[in-house]
């Protein structure tokens, strides 16, 4: 059952990634069964008051963050944050990310998915017609490829404390 639930997420990020990578929109169907999936993954690893309390402190991590680049984006660069600097769909994957990992493993995955991005675009921005980052969809290759590694015997596993 683990098994079918990761390919599912793995299929709604491939979805997620081609969309956003392709037009820069992506359907919101994607958002709430992605949230289901990866919440289902993160409570077969997890008791309720742990799920609770990894998800609040995550939910919370994401929010700091996202406060921070509103700030930047107001109040150094002048710009209107929300679908001028940062789009929604970036914002909404970076909270159904915070609900399928425990919080050491969300924080690993989150920079590391952030960092991937921004690192991949570099080279794609020589064939892309936009000057955006595709970062959600960048960040679910990301999520991909993590969860295609832990399918592996002997990797380590994303939900341990």
Request: charged share 5%; aromatic share 16%; glycine share 6%.
């Amino acid at each position: 059952m683990i098994i079918l639930i990761q390919i599912l997420t793995m299929v709604g990020c491939g979805v997620l990634a081609f969309q956003d990578i392709k037009d820069r929109e992506v359907s919101w169907v994607l958002f709430p069964l992605l949230s289901i999936t990866l919440t289902m993954l993160h409570f077969q690893n997890m008791d309720w008051p742990t799920l609770g309390v990894s998800i609040l402190i995550n939910i919370i991590t994401v929010s700091f963050v996202v406060f921070l680049l509103w700030l930047i984006t107001r109040f150094v660069f002048h710009k209107v944050f929300l679908n001028v600097s940062f789009g929604l769909g970036d914002l909404l994957y970076f909270y159904v990310l915070a609900l399928g990992f425990p919080t050491v493993t969300f924080i690993y995955l989150f920079v590391g998915a952030v960092g991937f991005a921004l690192l991949a675009f570099l080279p794609m921005k020589l064939f892309l017609k936009s000057d955006t980052v595709p970062l959600a969809g960048l960040m679910g290759i990301f999520l991909i490829a993590v969860l295609t590694i832990s399918l592996f015997p002997g990797s380590p596993s994303l939900y341990a404390m």
